[in-house]
């Protein structure tokens, strides 16, 4: 990391390796994102409004407060606009909230967001910043830019949305505090929330706007009725449809689900369908009898309903609503069902349909299926009366068990150089889950996102603590390359507990891995080491030599991102001979390319040449793309800082013709920085001024304000160089504001230096610049800080 290449650096691409050292290199350039500077063009303008139901009844009160949210309230521009429809479960919040928005689209040509934030939910509500991440994937954002920390996620998203006119829906949010990182910060965007809680603190501190959704009075309930069973029946006298209307307690959810209950019984009286239903009451009230519950408005009614329509399926339909209880989210595919089943996907696609015409499931886009929470609730309550524990744990065994496989086969689509090998130890489910390219395993990995989490959490709470370890295990690369890295510490710290109450002690150790990949990933460098180690000493004991290896280049990477040249290079060493004694040539040459990093850092470049040669001689062998044009970055570095500037340029340039030939954006910013540094070294500072302005415009698309920050501090070298000391300055400060709010300390460390000489030529006074790059220099003590540090004490001393 020494010659302030740092915030560029990519270590490698490619092998399990990279699970390491992308993290090492993504604690200061992924995720630490300065937002208000992120110029990120939307790919697409977002349509996420889910489909409307059908047989809209009344609620004009209601629509008319929302129309005026239509009119933009210009006297404040800074406030957004919220408004919450807010009142019991099953009252049709959200129907409501689709209605208005389906007929108010034209307002909004930037577009629509649509989360469920999933606040009554079986699991935990949606975390603010897995939606907020979500959002920004959704608006253009690469997945790889994703800023790590919630705050820089909430900064961005109001960046992108502050000039947009579009609608952002959050259904079935917990609290005012899940939302309120979710709101924009102008009033050109609208803001539609349901809700069960009233969300005083949005009305009291973000002026909100709450409309109570109150239940159907009995004309609109009769209505409601009426509408929805007109094509199969006709003539129900009217006390009757009242008497049911009443029934349902004016509930919408629990309304539609007796008019589909009477509208496929079109020959029976509704009178008698009415004797069944207040049956079904009684005998509800006799298996609920609890003093305790039943507090909210319209329980009782709702769950007399669901049994009603529950007790008209086949046996086969409520069999399998009742095990479709233990589905660890609320949506879920045809695939992931027939899994839980153990049914063939063409025998259940029946059966489902069963349970959607019933109104006990919703349809969703791309062949999914949904339960209201309430719904979901009642089949859980359900499985747990109908079915034993035997039985119940063997269906949630096969259901995660598909997960299981089911992302062993996406990450060897989205990550095949990264992939932890799956054993044998969970049967895979017939048919075993494939994905036919990356698209297609991108995708069911963020339709599926949630669903890892939940399903990594239920293997564990019902105690099949194989599965868990595994699971999230799996799941690393994914996470690693689509930068997930919140659900990747909630499922490691699941899996560490996992492993261990599994009593395999080589899946301890990978699960210890995994947690220190996390950890370093979130700058928790004495967990990570703490992780590493543990998982260190467990492989040794086991005599596992490929895992001892992997942990000792681990342990390298934390000296290295520590600046602890002698430590760093000491296990990579080892690492590296381990590897070479087990024939793992790419895992070799991979942490060699590692320990020419150190030997640069440790301002040793002419033995990092040798090393990186070498690498490279390996990597083309090989044919492994990136790892030939990373070693021909590194190469470059090395040849520079050794006084080579023209073989510098040679390695560089054919690193640039490759990033052209694979027509990559993210290497050629990456490598033309690089090239601007090789350029100033040959004495052309216009040339590098010009590349590394290309650089930064590459970054800023790409969302990589870190990366961005080290092209704009070449840029401010170069008009250094060139005299124009006004620019100079104002580019080194766009780079030190960048790398402070990224807690990026030695590349901070080197823009304070460059700032300061700077002001020392413009006669301008440099005091504290220098004070404060004293100040972070004093974190390292590696041959380069020192250098560094003693220029910055000379400087004061003298001021």
């Known amino acids: 990391m020494?010659?302030?290449?740092?915030?560029?650096?990519?270590?490698?691409?490619?092998?399990?390796?990279?699970?390491?050292?992308?993290?090492?290199?993504?604690?200061?350039?992924?995720?630490?994102?300065?937002?208000?500077?992120?110029?990120?063009?939307?790919?697409?303008?977002?349509?996420?409004?889910?489909?409307?139901?059908?047989?809209?009844?009344?609620?004009?009160?209601?629509?008319?407060?929302?129309?005026?949210?239509?009119?933009?309230?210009?006297?404040?521009?800074?406030?957004?606009?919220?408004?919450?429809?807010?009142?019991?479960?099953?009252?049709?919040?959200?129907?409501?909230?689709?209605?208005?928005?389906?007929?108010?689209?034209?307002?909004?040509?930037?577009?629509?967001?649509?989360?469920?934030?999933?606040?009554?939910?079986?699991?935990?509500?949606?975390?603010?910043?897995?939606?907020?991440?979500?959002?920004?994937?959704?608006?253009?954002?690469?997945?790889?830019?994703?800023?790590?920390?919630?705050?820089?996620?909430?900064?961005?998203?109001?960046?992108?949305?502050?000039?947009?006119?579009?609608?952002?829906?959050?259904?079935?949010?917990?609290?005012?505090?899940?939302?309120?990182?979710?709101?924009?910060?102008?009033?050109?965007?609208?803001v539609l929330i349901t809700s069960r809680d009233d969300l005083t603190g949005l009305v009291t501190h973000s002026d909100a706007i709450r409309i109570r959704v109150p239940t159907f009075p009995a004309d609109d309930a009769v209505a409601l009725l009426r509408v929805t069973t007109a094509d199969e029946r006709t003539g129900d006298p009217g006390a009757d449809l009242t008497e049911l209307a009443g029934m349902c307690g004016g509930l919408p959810l629990a309304l539609r689900i007796a008019a589909e209950r009477a509208a496929g019984r079109p020959a029976i009286a509704l009178r008698e369908l009415i004797d069944e239903l207040r049956d079904e009451s009684a005998?509800?009230?006799?298996?609920?009898?609890?003093?305790?519950?039943?507090?909210?408005?319209?329980?009782?009614?709702?769950?007399?309903?669901?049994?009603?329509?529950?007790?008209?399926?086949?046996?086969?339909?409520?069999?399998?609503?009742?095990?479709?209880?233990?589905?660890?989210?609320?949506?879920?595919?045809?695939?992931?069902?027939?899994?839980?089943?153990?049914?063939?996907?063409?025998?259940?696609?029946?059966?489902?349909?069963?349970?959607?015409?019933?109104?006990?499931?919703?349809?969703?886009?791309?062949?999914?299926?949904?339960?209201?929470?309430?719904?979901?609730?009642?089949?859980?309550?359900?499985?747990?009366?109908?079915?034993?524990?035997?039985?119940?744990?063997?269906?949630?065994?096969?259901?995660?068990?598909?997960?299981?496989?089911?992302?062993?086969?996406?990450?060897?689509?989205?990550?095949?150089?990264?992939?932890?090998?799956?054993?044998?130890?969970?049967?895979?489910?017939?048919?075993?889950?494939?994905?036919?390219?990356?698209?297609?395993?991108?995708?069911?990995?963020?339709?599926?996102?949630?669903?890892?989490?939940?399903?990594?959490?239920?293997?564990?709470?019902?105690?099949?603590?194989?599965?868990a370890w595994r699971l999230a295990v799996v799941l690393r690369a994914i996470y690693m390359h689509q930068n997930a890295f919140d659900e990747w510490e909630v499922t490691a710290r699941i899996a560490v507990d996992a492993a261990r109450a599994s009593g395999e002690e080589a899946g301890e150790a990978e699960a210890l891995e995994n947690l220190g990949k996390a950890a370093f990933q979130r700058l928790r460098l004495d967990e990570a080491e703490e992780c590493h180690r543990g998982a260190l000493a467990i492989r040794r004991r086991l005599g596992d030599i490929r895992g001892t290896a992997v942990s000792t280049n681990a342990l390298g990477l934390l000296g290295l991102r520590r600046r602890r040249p002698d430590e760093a290079e000491l296990r990579f060493s080892e690492a590296a001979e381990m590897f070479r004694g087990l024939g793992e040539r790419r895992w070799a040459a991979l942490v060699r390319t590692n320990l020419a990093e150190t030997l640069c850092d440790a301002g040793r470049a002419r033995e990092a040449c040798e090393v990186v040669e070498q690498v490279l001689a390996e990597f083309r062998d090989l044919d492994d793309h990136f790892g030939v044009g990373n070693a021909l970055w590194l190469l470059s570095r090395a040849r520079r800082e050794a006084g080579d500037p023209e073989a510098a340029g040679r390695a560089i340039a054919e690193a640039l013709s490759l990033a052209a030939a694979e027509d990559n954006r993210l290497w050629q910013g990456h490598w033309l920085a690089e090239s601007a540094r090789v350029e100033l070294a040959r004495g052309r500072a216009a040339d590098a001024l010009r590349l590394a302005r290309e650089s930064a415009a590459v970054q800023q698309r790409l969302g990589d304000t870190a990366r961005e920050a080290a092209a704009l501090d070449i840029a401010g070298e170069a008009c250094g160089a060139l005299g124009r000391l006004d620019e100079a300055a104002g580019l080194h400060r766009g780079a030190i504001e960048r790398y402070r709010a990224a807690d990026a300390h030695w590349p901070?460390?080197?823009?304070?230096?460059?700032?300061?000489?700077?002001?020392?030529?413009?006669?301008?006074?440099?005091?504290?610049?220098?004070?404060?790059a004293a100040g972070e220099l004093g974190r390292f003590d590696d041959p380069g800080a020192r250098e560094l540090a003693a220029r910055a004490a000379a400087r004061l001393a003298a001021s």
Not at 155 to 173: G, Q
Not at 432 to 444: G, H, I, N, Q
């Open 2 to 190: 020494g010659g302030g290449d740092a915030p560029e650096h990519v270590n490698q691409v490619g092998g399990e390796a990279v699970a390491h050292a992308v993290v090492q290199a993504r604690d200061i350039r992924g995720g630490l994102h300065l937002h208000h500077h992120a110029q990120v063009t939307p790919a697409v303008v977002p349509r996420q409004l889910r489909g409307g139901v059908g047989h809209f009844v009344n609620r004009s009160r209601e629509l008319a407060r929302l129309d005026t949210l239509l009119a933009e309230d210009t006297a404040r521009p800074r406030t957004s606009r919220v408004a919450a429809l807010t009142g019991t479960g099953g009252v049709g919040k959200t129907s409501l909230a689709l209605h208005w928005a389906h007929a108010a689209q034209g307002h909004f040509p930037g577009g629509e967001l649509y989360a469920d934030l999933c606040g009554y939910a079986a699991g935990a509500p949606a975390a603010p910043e897995r939606i907020l991440g979500h959002f920004l994937e959704d608006l253009g954002v690469p997945a790889a830019q994703v800023p790590a920390v919630r705050e820089r996620r909430e900064t961005l998203f109001r960046s992108l949305v502050a000039d947009r006119r579009m609608l952002i829906f959050l259904d079935n949010a917990a609290h005012s505090a899940q939302v309120r990182p979710l709101l924009p910060g102008t009033a050109a965007s609208l």
């Open 283 to 467: 005998r509800w009230t006799v298996l609920t009898a609890d003093p305790g519950e039943g507090n909210e408005e319209g329980t009782d009614a709702m769950r007399s309903v669901f049994e009603w329509s529950y007790r008209a399926l086949p046996p086969s339909a409520a069999r399998l609503f009742r095990l479709l209880g233990l589905h660890p989210g609320s949506e879920f595919g045809l695939p992931a069902a027939a899994g839980l089943a153990g049914l063939e996907p063409a025998r259940l696609q029946p059966m489902l349909e069963t349970l959607t015409r019933a109104h006990l499931l919703q349809r969703r886009p791309g062949g999914r299926y949904e339960f209201h929470d309430l719904v979901r609730a009642y089949a859980a309550e359900l499985v747990r009366r109908e079915e034993n524990e035997n039985d119940r744990t063997a269906v949630l065994s096969r259901c995660v068990a598909w997960y299981l496989h089911a992302a062993d086969a996406a990450q060897r689509a989205l990550a095949p150089y990264d992939r932890w090998p799956l054993d044998d130890h969970v049967p895979a489910p017939a048919p075993t889950p494939a994905f036919d390219d990356y698209d297609a395993a991108f995708r069911w990995y963020r339709t599926e996102s949630a669903n890892l989490v939940t399903a990594t959490r239920a293997a564990a709470d019902a105690g099949l603590f194989g599965i």
């Open 748 to 772: 901070l460390a080197r823009a304070l230096v460059n700032l300061a000489d700077v002001l020392d030529r413009a006669g301008l006074p440099a005091r504290t610049v220098w004070e404060e």
